[in-house]
């Protein structure tokens, strides 16, 4: 929320379901399209406010998503890191959800 | 005590005594007559609870406890039963009084307390028994689901330390066994990865970090691809990375061909067609009747039924590549020419050995005239006359010739690039033995837009004629591809080529390349170019010298290359991916910055370990 410039160090993602997440802001940018909506240059909503509404993208999916930020900000700088495991049905869903967000 | 013992007799005798009952079931019937009550059994097991509880108090008041008052609830008691169990557990109190573990704490105490404490020996011992775990053939309340249970050898003591029933036990040694097996897995995980790795590496993807999220997920798609139904609306780019995976893996079946059918979508690539049948290819042209962009390798399998389908059908073909088909007649391709030729804008043929003569050739040119791309390679039919006929393709803006076996003259090439030359931007000429100066003399006299330039495999070149096409008075726009791979001197007797008109690609080449393209230049292949200096490798790659396009460099088979050039080139070449160093013995020390794959050093282990930070070297 940028009430005073400083934009909150987090940032709430809502599936089309209704589940919230609250993930860091750093996470959150390893997607190239959420990095965008929050960019405070682009003058989205979704900036002003600190949420993203993700309507093709269900809870479970956006938990798995969201699993991968952290998992992905935490492995930033490390060598062979290894795949992140996720149950083989939800593979072809956040096939597309990755391919929305840019991840 | 003594008053629930009281009751229970009472209602023995009032069970006794009462004949008069009301409707009894079956089964009440059956157990009264073999002297067994519902009743007697539901308060006998409350006096059990009552009793357990009690026991439970007296040990929670701990000193209260005497002789008397176990005397006393133990009234009713077998007075056998009552003193075999006494000798019991005095046994057991003088066999904990004589423990190290006894003398230990009643040191302890002592040191506590100081003398004026009595802490009588007894006690202490009582408590001790309190403490330790009932033995095997003994009953005891289960630590986490508190059931009552007989103590078995091999009951397993829960997490506060008490022992567990058999559910229990059983649950958690399950428990124990997943979690040995996952440490398993994530043990094990390393070695399958290390292949990946090394996998990557040739492919020149080393960046530090997780891969992304897209292709973990492909990856995952591709494994078990056999499980899905349907791929959904998968954007293109998705599609075409799973059927090179695929392809690559070998399981593009006709089953799996049946996921990348899709109506809606105009463009299909399969990559290794090896399993495709007569049926398969026709079902590609049924289901996507609106494709433009048909690219069909390995399509051995593919026949003139299929082939005359597809021209019949799929009116909006604008790109056709199709590889290794080779039960393709010239009838067939002769009808596609005919129908599709006008509308093509790009024709890739690769590996034919049966079909696509010179007078086939003829046909090409005469109806594809729209064609913008033509790139034909390996047709091993093809001869000079082919060649010569292509000078009538004038719009053409990209080509690659690699023609097997037919040796082509210089002149006819030179007639080609004359003709061709002022629209082309790719231009690719491979394996042409006969190539020489004056062809290098016609592409930089009229090829003025290349961006692409590949010239592999030619001996009679000389450098200075190399040098000479990157002249920088040309006004020749720079090059983003460069590949002049294998242009060198073919003299076994005198491997270093002669020394005043150097043969090949040498110094003099490459210092004018990397001048007049330096700034565009993304990929550099100079594979087996060895009449290449050191001297000219260490000005070229100088550290100050700057590439900022550079990703992709082959150096292969350079014998020059050593640590300070690899060094160099690592300075000079700040956006580089990939360095292909295959035989280059001289070079096995230098730090390798992280985020680059060294491709081909001698001491392939080693050189996993890299440097940290890309700035440390």
New interface residues.
């Given amino acids: 929320m940028a009430v005073n410039g400083t934009p909150s160090p987090f940032v709430t993602l809502v599936s089309s379901d209704g589940f919230e997440f609250h993930v860091r802001r750093s996470a959150a940018c390893v997607s190239a399209t959420i990095r965008r909506m929050l960019d405070m240059q682009n003058n989205f909503s979704e900036a002003q406010t600190g949420i993203c509404h993700l309507e093709n993208i269900s809870g479970i999916v956006l938990e798995k998503v969201v699993e991968y930020f952290y998992y992905n900000e935490k492995h930033r700088n490390s060598e062979g890191v290894p795949d992140m495991d996720f149950p083989s049905e939800l593979c072809l869903e956040l096939l597309m959800a990755a391919d929305y967000l840019i991840t | 005590m003594n008053a629930t013992v009281g009751q229970c007799e009472a209602t023995r005798r009032a069970a006794a005594l009462n004949r008069i009952r009301g409707p009894q079931s079956a089964l009440t019937d059956f157990l009264a007559s073999h002297n067994i009550s519902a009743a007697q059994i539901h308060l006998d097991h409350q006096r059990r609870i009552q009793e357990h509880e009690q026991r439970q108090q007296e040990q929670n008041a701990g000193n209260a406890e005497d002789d008397n008052a176990d005397a006393a609830g133990e009234d009713e008691e077998d007075p056998v039963e009552r003193q075999k169990r006494k000798r019991k557990e005095e046994k057991t109190l003088m066999k904990i009084k004589q423990s190290k573990e006894f003398k230990k704490r009643k040191f302890e105490q002592k040191k506590e307390h100081g003398s004026d404490t009595e802490m009588d020996d007894d006690e202490l011992a009582r408590s001790m028994l309190a403490k330790s775990k009932p033995l095997p053939g003994q009953l005891d309340n289960c630590d986490i689901c508190e059931k009552r249970f007989t103590v078995t050898p091999y009951s397993k003591t829960g997490p506060d330390g008490g022992l567990l029933c058999a559910k229990c036990s059983k649950e958690l040694k399950d428990e124990e066994k997943k979690d040995a097996q996952a440490n398993k897995k994530r043990a094990s ?2 070695r399958g ?2 292949r990946q ?1 090394e996998s990557d590496r040739l492919m020149g993807d ?1 960046k ?7 292709d ?6 591709a ?2 691809v056999h ?2 139904d349907e ?5 293109q780019s ?1 599609l075409d990375r799973l059927s090179q995976i695929l392809s690559k893996q070998r399981v593009l079946t006709p089953r799996v061909l049946e996921l990348f059918l899709r109506p809606d979508i105009d463009r299909i690539d399969i990559y290794d067609c090896g399993k495709l049948e007569q049926e398969d290819f026709q079902k590609i042209f049924a289901y996507m009747p609106d494709v433009k962009f048909v690219n069909l390798r390995f399509a051995g399998q593919m026949k003139d039924g299929p082939m005359l389908y597809m021209v019949d059908k799929c009116k909006k073909i604008r790109h056709l590549q199709l590889g290794a088909a080779n039960l393709v007649t010239d009838e067939a391709w002769l009808q596609m020419f005919q129908k599709l030729g006008p509308q093509l804008e790009s024709l890739k043929l690769s590996e034919l050995n049966d079909a696509l003569g010179d007078d086939m050739v003829e046909e090409l040119v005469k109806n594809c005239q729209n064609l913008k791309r033509l790139k034909l390679r390996s047709c091993s039919h093809m001869g000079e006359a082919s060649v010569d006929a292509l000078c009538a393709l004038t719009k053409l803006e990209h080509l690659t010739l690699a023609v097997a076996q037919q040796e082509t003259s210089a002149a006819t090439l030179v007639k080609l690039i004359t003709a061709l030359g002022r629209n082309l931007r790719t231009l690719c000429l491979e394996d042409y033995p006969e190539l020489d100066d004056s062809v290098l003399e016609a592409i930089k006299n009229h090829c003025n837009k290349l961006t692409k330039l590949r010239i592999r495999g030619t001996s009679p070149c000389s450098d200075a004629a190399f040098a000479c096409i990157f002249d920088n008075n040309s006004g020749n726009p720079p090059l983003v591809y460069a590949d002049l791979s294998d242009n060198r001197d073919m003299d076994n007797m005198n491997p270093e080529g002669p020394q005043d008109n150097p043969i090949g690609l040498g110094s003099a080449a490459l210092e004018a390349l990397m001048k007049h393209s330096g700034e565009r230049l993304e990929r550099l292949n100079l594979k087996s170019c060895r009449h290449i200096s050191h001297d000219a490798l260490i000005n070229v790659f100088d550290g100050v010298k700057q590439y900022p396009e550079l990703k992709d460099i082959d150096l292969s088979f350079v014998t020059q290359v050593d640590d300070v050039v690899m060094n160099g080139i690592f300075k000079s070449c700040p956006a580089l991916a990939k360095l292909a160093v295959f035989a280059c013995f001289n070079a096995r020390q230098a730090r390798i910055p ?1 985020g680059i794959a060294v491709v081909g050093l001698p001491n392939a282990q080693d050189s996993i370990v ?1 440097g940290g930070a890309l700035n440390d070297w």
């Fill in positions: 995980a390393p990865r290390r790795t080393v530090p970090g997780a891969k992304s999220l897209v973990i997920c492909v990856r995952r798609v494994n078990v499980d899905i791929f959904g609306d998968m954007p998705v992280a890299v």
